[in-house]
Every structure is written in structure tokens, then in C-alpha cells.
């Protein structure tokens, strides 16, 4: 499955759930998307298809966001955001 099939599945699934999930860009390695969901919970997804990989660089990003107290995940398929969105 495509990241663009995968990510327009997250994007659908937060607004269904009166969430906004933003796509973030001008910053190499950050993860595509920060996801609001009610209630006040932010999480941020990079999305990959089943084949791709996590560059180092992406690595270092979600590093120092976890280190800082933030919600990072990876999805990378249909079922990965499910059980993303069971967690929260």
C-alpha cells in the first residue's frame, strides 16, 4: 500500500473523530503529519509504506522529540493507524 493511500486514511480517521491532523513540512526529518485530537492529545505520525525506512535523520528528529515529552509514532499501513487511534 502507498504512504499517500496510508496518510489520506490517518488524515480521514482524525477528522472523523473531530480531530485536525495537519501536514508538516519545511524541516527535514520531521514527521509528516501532527495530529490534534480532542481532548487535547497531539500526536505526531510519519507514515511509511510497509517497504520504506526510517532515514537517520528521521531518527534523530523523533529522538529529540520524545526526549522533549512528545507522542511520535510511525504507521505503516491501514491497521497501524487503527490501533493508533484505539491507544488514544
Not at 480521514?12 to 491532523?21: A, I
Not at 529529540?64 to 511520535?72: A, E, I, Q, S, T
Request: net charge positive.
Amino acid at each position: 500500500m502507498r504512504e499517500r493511500t496510508i496518510e489520506k486514511y490517518l488524515v480521514d480517521v482524525v477528522n472523523t473523530l473531530g480531530g485536525e491532523c495537519w501536514k508538516w513540512s519545511g524541516r527535514i526529518g520531521v514527521p509528516d503529519r501532527i495530529c490534534f485530537f480532542p481532548g487535547g492529545r497531539v500526536v505526531f505520525v510519519e507514515v511509511k509504506q510497509k517497504t520504506g525506512r526510517l532515514s537517520k535523520m528521521q531518527m534523530h528528529i523523533h529522538e529529540k522529540l520524545r526526549n522533549l515529552g512528545m507522542d511520535v509514532r510511525v504507521v505503516w499501513s491501514k491497521d497501524d493507524v487503527d490501533r493508533l487511534i484505539r491507544e488514544i
